[in-house]
């Protein structure tokens, strides 16, 4: 059975087939246009300074292609904006679309994800380590009690159980309140670039 068909009385998702959502959290010095996209949307985020913007993909997008196809448009509309490299108070944030797996696929994800989560963060960039806004399990040990209470909800059938509240546990490197708010696993550890290959092989890994 199916994660979104279990969730059915539990709260109503729309269904895509895309595995992948993406957000990419950006700055620059100066205003600028911004450029009219197929697969993004735009906005201000206010942890971002000066002119940050996010640019969010519409709906989660098929890895492969699709997703190849998403990142060429962004880097490409994108390409004479002139972005702080790098800035440490962005980051990029990939949804992991879990409603078309099973309860065991994602238990399966979660497990490998804990044992390699202190690679990853490391991965993800120097100034990422113990930070306050994509912390780790080892800073932030009620994330593996919080993995553990998951699945003891869905064993038991309750499914409100897992709908972690968003101020409690959306600063983790992994944020479970995207299961119940989109039904995706969120990676928040990953450093703000803009480079569209640097950001293909982190999806890669994932």
Partial sequence: MTIIHSLRNTKIYKKYDGEIGLEIETETR??????????????????LRDFGQEYVLKQPVKYGKELDAALTEWATKTSNIPFIKESISTSVHVHMNMLNETWKTLGNYLTLYTLFENLLIRYSGPDRLSNLFCLPIC???DTYRNIAQLFKYVEA?????????????????????????????????FRGVTDIDLIKKWIDIL
């Fill in 30 to 47: 100066a205003p600028y246009i911004v450029p009219e996209f197929t697969f993004w949307h735009v906005h201000g985020d206010g942890s």
């Fill in 157 to 189: 059938k309750n499914y409100k159980g897992i709908m972690f509240s968003e101020g409690t546990v959306k600063y983790a490197a992994c944020n479970l309140a995207a299961l119940g708010m989109y039904g995706s696993v969120e990676h928040r550890s």
């Fill in 139 to 141: 800073d932030a040990e």
